[in-house]
């Protein structure tokens, strides 16, 4: 998730009205929050099952850890 930027010389960029940037990132963060709680709401119906995964190593940040690469 990203929020709204303008761009220079787009159609989007020369249109009146632009939104503030304060009701963007109102906005932004509503967004946020139900993506998460959604997220969560989710991964509750996969507490106590297995699951498959790929591993592709240990994290570079914490060696405790394993991650997958990007």
């Given at each position: 998730m990203f929020i709204y930027s303008r761009r220079v010389g787009t159609v989007a960029d020369r249109m009146e009205n632009q939104i503030p940037e304060e009701i963007k990132h109102?906005?932004?963060?509503?967004?946020?929050?139900?993506?998460?709680?959604?997220?969560?709401?989710?991964?509750?119906?996969?507490?106590?099952?297995?699951?498959?995964?790929l591993v592709e190593g240990q994290s570079k940040n914490n060696p405790k850890m394993l991650t997958r690469k990007n």
């Open positions: 109102k906005r932004f963060d509503k967004l946020k929050e139900l993506f998460e709680e959604n997220i969560e709401n989710n991964n509750q119906k996969y507490i106590g099952t297995m699951q498959k995964i």
